[in-house]
């Protein structure tokens, strides 16, 4: 009796040593997982010196419908937790050379318009106002840079939320209404950057439902975009198809004079649930490979003639995002 006692003792410490040591393998793992995201972003990302226009004196003559820019997808939601999908701050994705961000706003308990992932009480990364500060801000430090920011209007709200957001954190100072020769029709009319810094409308401004023309620098984005599709699981990203609108498919030749943005975050399935997929991020974002940043956007090319002009991407710092982007610029 008493022998078979220790043997369940025995049994049993054997059980939780164990478990035990799978619990430490798997912070080890974690912990490494984070080295490893923290690590590349040192040695792949580099400032960019600031020349020229948006850091390239190429830039400058060029129509702000002729430029491709890396684009950080949920820009505010930066962290380390699963549903996050940035590392870095915005101060510190507009220093290392992103110029588009795109955000997802919701109204939270308190019905200020914050930036909320899918619901405020998942993620809240704080105010849209305090957003459009921290990129005023930094407008106001580096002249020489046109920034653009696709918001998404989660709740639907009234637009009025956006425009106090605007002229509280002085973003609407910046913001870029469109010339009376800039007809959406046309994708050429769109000015080009130095016309756009000369007169100081440096922040270009998209919302994906409830723009008017009572807000005039909140630019409606379909009536400029076409967006390829989205949330997708699949890392070969195969297509460059319109998603968004859905009507436009019927409408060749407005699409032909649409900017492109091309959605390149992929997500994975983990208990039902899609979340961006960060341990692939690296090829997600490469240059080359199958179903890399780069991969696609040439397929953009050759299917519709011209390069996307947002890329959207998680976790921007990881792989070669400005190095796509470089090269799709033409340089
Ligand atoms: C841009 O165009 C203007 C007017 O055509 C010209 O004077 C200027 O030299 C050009 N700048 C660059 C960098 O090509
Ligand atoms: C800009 O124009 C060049 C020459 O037509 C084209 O190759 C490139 O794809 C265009 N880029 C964008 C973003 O429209
Ligand atoms: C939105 O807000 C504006 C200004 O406060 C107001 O005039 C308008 O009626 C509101 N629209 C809706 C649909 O609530
Ligand atoms: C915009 O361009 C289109 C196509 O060329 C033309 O039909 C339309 O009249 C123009 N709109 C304005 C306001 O000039």
């Known amino acids: 009796m008493q022998f078979w006692r220790t043997q369940v003792r025995l049994q049993v410490v054997l059980n939780y040593s164990i478990v035990l040591i799978l619990c430490i393998t798997e912070m080890i793992i974690t912990l490494i997982n984070i080295i490893e995201q923290l690590a590349p972003r040192l040695q792949h990302f580099h400032t960019q010196p600031e020349l020229g226009c948006n850091g390239h004196i190429e830039l400058c003559n060029r129509s702000f419908s002729n430029i491709t820019q890396i684009a950080s997808h949920d820009s505010a939601f930066v962290g380390i937790l699963p549903m996050d999908n940035q590392n870095l701050e915005i101060t ?11 955000a997802q706003t919701h109204l939270d308990g308190l019905g200020q318009l914050s930036l909320c ?17 921290t990129i005023t801000n930094w407008l106001d430090k580096h002249p020489q840079e046109v920034v653009t920011l696709l918001l998404t209007n989660g709740d639907y709200t009234n637009l009025s939320h956006f425009s106090e957001a605007f002229t509280a954190s002085r973003a609407s100072e910046y913001a870029y209404i469109p010339l009376p020769t800039h ?6 009319s769109w000015p080009t ?22 807000v005039p620098y ?10 390829t599709p989205f949330d997708t699981t699949d890392p070969t990203f195969p297509q460059c198809t319109i998603s968004r609108p859905g009507k436009l498919h019927a409408y060749p030749d407005v699409a032909a004079e649409r900017m492109i943005i091309m959605n390149h975050f992929l997500d994975t399935e983990v208990l039902g649930m899609d979340l961006p997929d960060r341990r692939d991020a690296r090829k997600t974002n490469a240059v080359s490979g199958v179903g890399s ?17 947002g890329l959207l991407v998680d976790y921007v710092d990881q792989g070669e995002g400005i190095r796509a982007q470089d090269l799709l610029n033409g340089f």
């Open 218 to 227: 909140i630019l409606n984005e379909f009536d400029y975009f076409w967006e």
């Open 117 to 133: 992932h899918t619901d405020c009480g998942m993620k809240d990364s704080g105010t849209v106002q305090d957003f459009l500060v």
């Open 92 to 102: 510190h994705q507009l220093g290392s050379g992103v110029r588009f961000l795109q």
């Open 293 to 309: 940043l780069g991969a696609q956007a040439r397929l953009c090319g050759e299917v519709h003639g011209r390069a996307p002009v």
């Open 193 to 214: 950057l130095n016309q756009l810094i000369a007169s100081g409308k440096r922040l270009v401004t998209f919302l994906d439902s409830g723009a008017s023309p009572s």
């Open 183 to 188: 007809n959406t029709s046309i994708l050429s």
